[in-house]
């Protein structure tokens, strides 16, 4: 499977981005997806999860409220909906796949990465 981020960008504090993580070379239906982040000088961190038929999320506490996760199958593309960003959000995000039904929290779950998007908030 193959992952291609996208999405990331400039935006000030309070903003909002989308992110978008296109799948190709696999049944993307048989995948969960997950997005982390790694911000520089920093550890990995779990930022959202989606099981593979979208019936569970879980999510990061330092964004839930704030972050969305979701699919569509139709493109083989997962989402996250990023709200209300913080100068803390700034980080470089991957998307990840990995053959299991849960939305694990866990990097080493997942098989497959992507090549990540940096998302930086700033004034």
């Known amino acids: 499977v193959q992952l291609q981020a996208y999405g990331g960008g400039l935006v000030q504090p309070g903003g909002s981005l989308r992110l978008s993580c296109a799948a190709s070379g696999g049944t993307f239906s048989s995948y969960s997806m997950g997005w982390f982040r790694q911000a520089a000088g920093k550890e990995r961190e779990f930022v959202g999860a989606?099981?593979?038929?979208?019936?569970?999320?879980n999510y990061g506490d330092s964004v839930k409220g704030r972050f969305t996760i979701s699919r569509n199958s139709a493109k083989n593309t997962v989402y996250l909906q990023m709200n209300s960003l913080k100068p803390e959000d700034t980080a470089v995000y991957f998307c990840?796949?990995?053959?299991?039904?849960?939305?694990?929290?866990?990097?080493?779950?997942?098989?497959?990465w992507g090549q990540g998007t940096q998302v930086t908030v700033s004034s």
């Open positions: 989606i099981n593979w038929s979208g019936s569970r999320t």
């Open positions: 990840a796949a990995g053959r299991f039904d849960s939305a694990s929290s866990y990097w080493a779950n997942y098989q497959y």
